[in-house]
T-cell receptor
Framework: DAKTTQPTSMDCAEGRAANLPCNHS???????VYWYRQIHSQGPQYIIH???NNETNEMASLIITEDRKSSTLILPHATLRDTAVYYC?????????????FGAGTRLTVKP | ETGVTQSPTHLIKTRGQQVTLRCSSQ?????VSWYQQALGQGPQFIFQ???????GRGNFPPRFSGLQFPNYSSELNVNALELDDSALYLC????????????????FGEGSRLTVL
């Protein structure tokens, strides 16, 4: 699975959009981009995933560049509860494969 | 629909001892994965079970072993505990009905925090 690069930490003002970048320059054509987050003392939580089209759900939007070498997770109106470590993961989706390669992630701090 | 539950939530062991951690998967999920998360790091994949058999393993020694039961619940066993085994152990479940329905979304429990003294 392709390796990802994320900033170590970011700050965001409450109510503003949080834009979390991820580089995955070695991504293969059949690899998806996944985002999870981990709030302190909890297990990771799935946010969103995509292949090449932009995706949106009730939690966030995922913007993938046309060459698929990078992506951005957007939390449109960050709240204090969004303070967490955000993980960008690139992997092939295949039956029987639950091997998620988590890196160190980005520690997002939402400030009042 | 019940989520993924793990037990115990915290435990302390000494070097050389053995430990068993338990996980109940989310209702309807037939695949269970285990992860180890050391302090300040991301979770690391240990192995996964599907239909009661191990079918994927990360870079962990054989003293890390597991089981999956017919009701899809699972155990993680670690023998000959070492100080570096101190970590949060996470269980994740998913549904693996077919390649078309496998979205790759994992549902994690809150974890079992193991301290080895």
């Amino acid at each position: 699975d392709a390796k990802t690069t994320q900033p170590t930490s970011m700050d965001c003002a409450e109510g503003r959009a949080a834009n979390l970048p991820c580089n995955h320059s070695t991504i293969s054509g059949n690899e998806y981009v996944y985002w999870y987050r981990q709030i302190h003392s909890q297990g990771p939580q799935y946010i969103i995933h995509g292949l090449k089209n932009n995706e949106t759900n009730e939690m966030a939007s995922l913007i993938i560049t046309e060459d698929r070498k990078s992506s951005t997770l957007i939390l449109p109106h960050a709240t204090l509860r969004d303070t967490a470590v955000y993980y960008c993961i690139v992997r092939v989706v295949r039956i029987g494969n639950n091997d998620m390669r988590f890196g160190a992630g980005t520690r997002l701090t939402v400030k009042p | 629909e019940t989520g993924v539950t793990q037990s115990p939530t915290h435990l302390i062991k000494t070097r050389g001892q053995q430990v068993t951690l338990r996980c109940s998967s989310q209702s309807g999920h037939n695949t269970v994965s285990w992860y180890q998360q050391a302090l300040g790091q991301g979770p690391q994949f240990i192995f996964q079970y599907y239909r009661e058999e191990e079918n994927g393993r990360g870079n962990f020694p054989p003293r890390f072993s597991g089981l999956q039961f017919p009701n899809y619940s699972s155990e993680l066993n670690v023998n000959a505990l070492e100080l570096d085994d101190s970590a949060l152990y996470l269980c994740a479940s998913s549904s693996q009905l077919s390649a078309n329905t496998n979205t790759g979304e994992l549902f994690f429990g809150e974890g079992s925090r193991l301290t080895v003294l």
